[in-house]
């Protein structure tokens, strides 16, 4: 992603990822904790940049799907695929 950022550019980057406003879009590393976080992101979760920023994407998850490791098995087929698109109700 990065190199993408930098030939893209990094404010360029940035406006992209604000002006989409309909959909949360979240950027995380490969250990699952967020590095970005979109304005759609934003209006759709309610947490702003600075509090989510550096989060474990888990704390999306209910508890009883973090005992069932659903948070993993996301990051896992992010891993695979190179990116994970999917819907459901988040905490």
Do not use: C
């Amino acid at each position: 992603m990065s190199k993408i950022i930098s030939q893209f550019g990094q404010r360029n980057y940035n406006l992209l990822l604000d002006s989409v406003k309909d959909h949360a879009i979240m950027i995380v590393d490969t250990n699952g904790y967020i590095t970005n976080w979109s304005g759609g992101a934003e209006k759709v979760n309610g947490y702003t940049e600075r509090e989510i920023v550096g989060k474990h994407l888990s704390i999306f998850y209910t508890d009883e799907e973090v005992k069932k490791g659903e948070p993993q098995k996301h990051l896992e087929k992010t891993r695979d695929l190179g990116r994970l698109e999917y819907e459901g109700y988040r905490v």
